[in-house]
């Protein structure tokens, strides 16, 4: 089944401690992205990658790293998370020219940090 | 600054209604997507397009690339189109912009 992967769904952690959220696609997209989504503000671009070893920032990168080695997988970091990153988080894969493609969607990252 | 606005913010119908959902951008694009997410927290990806009109069942996507202005149009609307209807448009750098979406309860 053609799928993007997200793990772990929910999570709470506490300031300071390192996390990735893993994201995986198995349709052999080149474009991949992060986002967040918060009340209010809407879903909002994190980073973006439009092939392998090539990201790029979205609107809201400030606190997150990110790295592409293989085309599947997309790894979102929070080196020292921070209470204001509390958010859901969805990573998402199209083909080709990536943002004028049909944008296919994992299942979400629920992430509390105290 | 968002560069997309949607309207309404939110929008309760009665069942059966024909719902409209306005997007509005500032920048010429080239593709514009509608998203779906329902209640669950899912995300999926309804229409994009560039120009003219597109359907899919009892949804239609409609675009005017010179007034930088989408519509979603729901025809005969039931109670599990309750949702976010979430409008965005791909930059020309790669990244991708998205509205606050637009909330739709439709009641029995």
């Known amino acids: 089944e053609a799928q993007v992967t997200q793990n772990p769904r929910y999570l709470i952690t506490v300031t300071g401690k390192k996390l990735t959220v893993t994201c995986s696609q198995n349709?052999?997209?080149?474009?991949m992205s992060w986002y967040r989504q918060d009340p209010g503000l809407g879903l909002r671009q994190i980073y973006y990658?439009?092939?392998?070893?090539?990201?790029d920032k979205g609107d809201v990168p400030e606190g997150y790293k990110v790295s592409r080695k293989e085309k599947r997988n997309f790894p979102l970091i929070l080196e020292s998370p921070s209470p204001n990153q509390t958010s859901l988080y969805f990573c998402?894969?199209?083909?080709?020219?990536?943002?004028?493609?049909?944008?296919?969607f994992g299942p979400g990252t629920r992430l509390t940090v105290l | 600054k968002n560069e997309v606005e949607q309207s309404p913010q939110n929008l309760t119908a009665q069942e059966g209604e024909f719902i409209t959902i306005n997007c509005s951008y500032s920048v010429g694009i080239s593709a514009l997507h509608w998203l779906q997410q329902h209640p669950g927290g899912g995300i999926v990806s309804l229409f994009m397009?560039?120009?003219g009109k597109k359907k899919h069942g009892r949804l239609i996507a409609t675009i005017n690339i010179q007034e930088k202005h989408s519509s979603l149009h729901i025809t005969a609307s039931h109670p599990r189109d309750s949702a976010v209807y979430i409008c965005?448009?791909?930059?020309?750098?790669?990244?991708?912009?998205f509205g606050k979406g637009t909330k739709l309860s439709v009641k029995p």
């Open positions: 397009l560039s120009s």
């Open positions: 965005g448009y791909g930059g020309s750098q790669g990244n991708l912009i």
């Open positions: 998402a894969s199209s083909g080709g020219d990536g943002s004028y493609n049909e944008q296919f």
């Open positions: 990658s439009m092939n392998v070893e090539v990201t």
């Open positions: 349709m052999n997209h080149e474009y």
